[in-house]
């Protein structure tokens, strides 16, 4: 008897906890619901960044970029949308997003600091950058169709994790000016990670598919208005520019 009770009472909690369980999916589906009809929409999305942090134009002491590895970097986000009209819509949320690249570069007379030597270099460089942002952008969105919209806007970034290094080989370099004193560099490297500005700010722009009701794919353009140095910053007297592509997919709740 007492394990009939105590079935009946497994059963009871079992039963009581579905119709619980039932009722929030219900209620979570009408407040979506009533969001939607509202022109409110919530996205989580998540993309694959593909580029590289360069001068604008590629300086004539850059002869050549003779390697490039992208690397894997991605970026994962929440947005929400509001509509304003039938075709225009405001996005806004948070990002995650790492961008870096490692290249191989041939210089002549490239400026740059080694091992605590300024001067001139010319030679092999080889560098990478890996750096990790929260990025909070606002885009307009303008609907084309019901499945196919683009989006334009802008972005600012906060550097939480950054990596700028490399080396120099297979070269020399001459002390302050092309004119100074010649040493001849085999290979030395160079570190300037705590250099890097904490703030970058840029246009993006896209456009996206919607495959289905809830999925949707999209190609963004995240184009850096400011150099990943300050101004001030003598290691390098050109500015280097965040230029990515993304591509990715985002699920619409």
Avoid at 28 to 54: H, M
Avoid at 195 to 210: D, H, S
């Amino acid at each position: 008897m007492k394990n009939i009770y105590a079935t009946l009472f497994a059963v009871m909690i079992a039963l009581t906890a579905t119709a619980q369980e039932r009722s929030f999916i219900s209620n979570t589906d009408k407040n979506l619901q009533n969001a939607e009809k509202a022109g409110w929409q919530v996205r989580l999305s998540a993309a694959y960044n593909i580029g590289g942090t360069s001068p604008i134009p590629l300086p004539v002491e850059i002869r050549a970029i003779e390697g490039f590895n992208p690397g894997l970097h991605f970026s994962i986000a929440g947005d929400v949308q509001k509509g304003i009209t039938e075709a225009w819509a405001l996005r806004c949320g948070i990002r995650f997003e790492t961008k870096g690249m490692t290249t191989d570069a041939d210089t002549k007379m490239y400026h740059m600091e080694l091992e605590g030597i300024e001067g001139v270099f010319t030679g092999k460089v080889k560098t990478k950058v890996k750096n990790s942002y929260l990025t909070l952008p606002v885009v307009g969105v303008y609907n084309i169709s019901t499945r196919w919209s683009v989006n334009a806007g802008a972005y600012v970034s906060y550097l939480v994790d950054g990596e700028f290094s490399g080396s120099a080989y297979n070269g020399y370099l001459r002390e302050k000016d092309p004119t100074g004193p010649k040493q001849e560099i085999p290979s030395a490297g160079y570190e300037f990670s705590d250099k890097l500005r904490k703030f970058n700010w840029g246009l993006q722009a896209g456009f996206e598919y919607r495959a289905y009701k809830h999925l949707g794919v999209f190609a963004n353009l995240l184009w850096s208005m400011n150099g990943i140095f300050p101004t001030d910053f003598g290691g390098v007297t050109f500015a280097l520019y965040p230029i990515y592509g993304s591509l990715g997919f985002a699920y619409i709740f």
